[in-house]
């Protein structure tokens, strides 16, 4: 397939769009996380053609140093990692009253985990690091830093590892049932760990774990909010009121 980027980046878009559908109190979160997600489409030059070597659309990253397929699937991927946990464990965003959602506020605390994660990359890199092995680094590192002030993230950070991984593996498997040697093809995992999972390599599967950790403990970090389970009688009801926010 030569478009396999795009590819996977329209089938891992599926499950956030269902879930902006059917979750109303989740949307504002879905939103935010795509905004927040969007600088990491300029990661690509880290990652392009050393790890992998996707066909762009246009030849953009080439041209740009990323592409129109990027911006999808870094959006497709937050959608992903940031309704994982609400919508399996039946929980909805809830504002903590003491914390401000001003948005200078707001920009302020995202800052605070993309500067880690930042650093952590760039530190990771220059030391010779491989770029995706100091991707995942930098992202558990940056989720773990929210952990400090808000420990009540912990168990959704994991709880949305765990099931981030899960929905990223079967759109892989979807990808690999269309074009089988795509991960031989396309990806150069042989040169770094060399371990498939159903034929998924473990970098991929560790990527979509630490995306779902990151997400799952930023993106309500920086909102001021936190993960309340509803019941099942009430939770409609909590759902419209959250979504006309």
């Not at 300029?42 to 990027?70: N, V």
């Not at 491989?130 to 992202?139: D, E, S, V």
Request: hydrophobic share 55%; charged share 15%.
């Amino acid at each position: 397939m030569r478009h396999a980027f795009l590819f996977l980046g329209l089938v891992l878009a599926i499950p956030g769009a269902l879930a902006y559908l059917v979750r109303p109190d989740l949307r504002a979160t879905l939103r935010f996380a795509a905004l927040l997600s969007l600088p990491f489409a300029l990661t690509e030059p880290l990652f392009y053609p050393e790890y992998w070597r996707p066909a762009f659309l246009f030849d953009l990253a080439d041209h740009i140093g990323f592409g129109i397929e990027d911006v999808l699937f870094v959006v497709a991927l937050a959608a992903v990692a940031v309704a994982s946990y609400p919508v399996v464990a039946r929980a909805t965003p809830t504002p903590i009253p003491e914390l401000s959602r001003r948005s200078t506020i707001v920009l302020g605390r995202a800052l605070v985990p993309g500067a880690v994660a930042a650093l952590a990359t760039g530190v990771l890199v220059m030391a010779g690091t491989p770029a995706i092995h100091a991707a995942l680094i930098a992202m558990v590192a940056a989720g773990a830093s929210v952990w400090l002030a808000r420990p009540d993230l912990i168990v959704p950070s994991i709880g949305g590892a765990l099931i981030t991984t899960a929905v990223y593996q079967s759109a892989c498997l979807i990808l690999a049932a269309v074009d089988p040697h795509v991960f031989h093809s396309v990806w150069r995992t042989r040169e770094l760990s060399a371990v498939f999972v159903l034929g998924v390599p473990l970098e991929e599967l560790l990527y979509g774990a630490a995306s779902g950790l990151a997400a799952s403990a930023i993106v309500p970090f920086a909102r001021g909010e936190r993960w309340a389970r509803v019941a099942p009688a009430s939770g409609t009801q909590r759902a419209a009121h959250a979504g006309s926010r």
